[in-house]
């Protein structure tokens, strides 16, 4: 079956309906919504019969999966399973690129992908305690789960691209991780220019230094003296020039591009599986732009036994007020340990009030443009209830944060980042209501990339892998533009007539 996709805010009375590799070339909807799969495929049946067939077998670890590990930094014994990574990865996302794009080609590009990840479960699995356990997604080339989704993408943009023998332009603004991950992932690809903004001197040393010491000539970072928000304007204003649009091709390949979700649905499947039990798990997700969890939702909804889903968010907690009571309502973001998650409109959840309105595009547009304007929005309570049975959210402060770095290193000798933190935080407290609950929290980024928040937490330096010990020594292409639009543009054709 081929999967269909309409935008969220489409108002007409026949929907557009586009093929997924239109909806990955086009990033967002010229209406402004984002693109939704009409249907869901289940998972593939060689998946789940594998996964039966795994669980009948005795277990060894089943015995000692409930204490927490013996030695710190224990790689859970994986579950002996039927597939590797990339295989799982293959048949996962082919229920969604069916009759689009040939199954063999999509299977060197996701085995391509994975190819440049450190571990070789790509996404593994670690006991932290009793019926606690951590998935590891920092595994990949820029040291934070943003890889998982755009290394993949990538391949899958430049295939489509030779297919249709055209090129794009990827702008977009990062806080930090979604930059340097895609900047790395499309690096050297011949139809392929990347331009991406940042707030000068607001994202740490080690994430600029991610963009500005890469060689390849077809990526550009550049400094905007401004905020996060200003850069973002900036590519919004630019998306919203229809001329330079067409002009230059631009693309984009942030949070809401449906294909990074696709390649996330994966490790929910994976984690799942190497667990190797038959019974309901929860995840917890530290959440900014609602994509990575979102993905546990389709995971879900393409039949995996997950239990409850869990948004953690920092002191910007929208959405654990959001899934408390059903209302919407913005206040200013402010600064934290975990800055990927410093968000307040988390783009993604659109895709999810779409199908809690019953993909209905008038609703969906009539309740985010509410929200747009008085920064305010609720649900009725039926549709309270429904998203209430899937979701559940809560927040930490970061000096709990700092608490929970510094006891999971006491307890397991483990090191984390203040995001993975959040949502660890988050799992510990249920797991205080209800002991029994069996929770894999997502690990987000390597605790290397936030140095300073791991040494107050824990009174140590985390350890430098080589890659990242190396970018002090690497030369820097440092470009800095003023938060100005004409400018941005200048430099955008520049570098497209190079
Ligand atoms: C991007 C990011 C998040 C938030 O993920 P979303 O998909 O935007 O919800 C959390 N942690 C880290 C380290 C990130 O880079």
């Not at 994986?78 to 999509?106: C, G, S």
């Not at 905007?224 to 590519?235: E, H, N, P, Y």
């Not at 509410?370 to 039926?382: I, M, Q, V």
Request: proline share 6%; with cysteine; net charge neutral.
């Amino acid at each position: 079956m081929t999967i269909r996709y309409i935008s969220t805010r489409d108002t007409q009375p026949v929907p557009d309906i586009l093929a997924f590799d239109e909806v990955l070339l086009k990033g967002l909807a010229p209406d402004g919504g984002l693109y939704a799969p009409i249907s869901i495929p289940r998972l593939p049946t060689a998946i789940e019969r594998s996964r039966l067939s795994a669980a009948e077998q005795p277990s060894q670890h089943h015995s000692t999966r409930r204490g927490p590990p013996s030695t710190s930094q224990q790689t859970h014994q994986p579950h002996r399973t039927a597939f590797t990574y990339p295989e799982l990865a293959t048949q996962i996302i082919a229920a969604y690129t069916t009759n689009i794009i040939p199954d063999e080609h999509l299977k060197s590009m996701v085995f391509d992908a994975y190819s440049s990840f450190r571990h070789p479960n790509i996404c593994p699995l670690v006991a932290i305690a009793e019926n606690h356990y951590l998935l590891e997604l920092f595994h990949g080339p820029t040291f934070a789960f943003k890889d998982v989704g755009l290394q993949l993408v990538a391949r899958l943009f430049d295939y489509e691209l030779n297919r249709r023998n055209s090129r794009v332009m990827i702008i977009g603004a990062t806080s930090g991780d979604t930059g340097s991950a895609a900047m790395r992932a499309v690096a050297g690809l011949p139809r392929v220019e990347i331009v991406m903004l940042y707030p000068s001197e607001r994202i740490s040393e080690i994430q600029r230094r991610q963009m500005t010491t890469l060689t390849a000539s077809n990526v550009h970072a550049i400094a905007i003296d401004g905020t996060f928000d200003d850069c973002q304007d900036l590519v919004k204003a630019m998306f919203a020039d229809e001329h330079f649009r067409a002009e230059l091709q631009l693309a984009a390949v942030n949070s809401i591009n449906w294909a990074r979700i696709v390649a996330q649905i994966v490790y929910y499947v994976w984690s799942y599986y190497q667990l190797g039990e038959n019974q309901a798990v929860t995840f917890c997700v530290p959440t900014g732009n609602f994509g990575n969890i979102l993905a546990g939702h389709y995971a879900r909804r393409m039949g995996l036994n997950i239990n409850r889903l869990l948004s953690a968010s920092n002191a910007n907690d929208i959405l654990s007020r959001f899934f408390a009571n059903g209302s919407l309502s913005a206040r200013e973001v402010v600064a934290t340990l975990s800055p990927s998650m410093d968000i307040q409109i988390s783009s993604n959840l659109e895709r999810l009030l779409f199908e809690i309105f019953d993909f209905d595009g008038n609703a969906t547009s009539a309740l985010i443009n509410e929200f747009r304007s008085t920064g305010r929005a609720s649900l009725t309570p039926k549709q309270h209830d429904q998203l209430r049975t899937g979701f559940q959210g809560d927040r930490l402060t970061d000096q709990e944060t700092l608490e929970v770095m510094a006891g999971v290193h006491a307890d397991t000798g483990l090191t984390i980042d203040p995001h993975t933190a959040v949502a660890v935080g988050v799992a510990q407290k249920q797991q205080r209501i209800h002991p029994d609950e069996l929770i894999i929290t997502l690990a987000t980024a390597h605790p290397a990339k936030f140095p300073d928040a791991v040494a107050s937490a824990t009174g140590k330096t985390p350890n430098m892998p080589a890659p990242l010990a190396a970018l002090e020594h690497k030369k820097e292409r440092r470009v800095s533009l003023p938060k100005d639009l004409a400018a941005v543009q200048s430099f955008v054709r520049s570098v497209r007539n190079s």
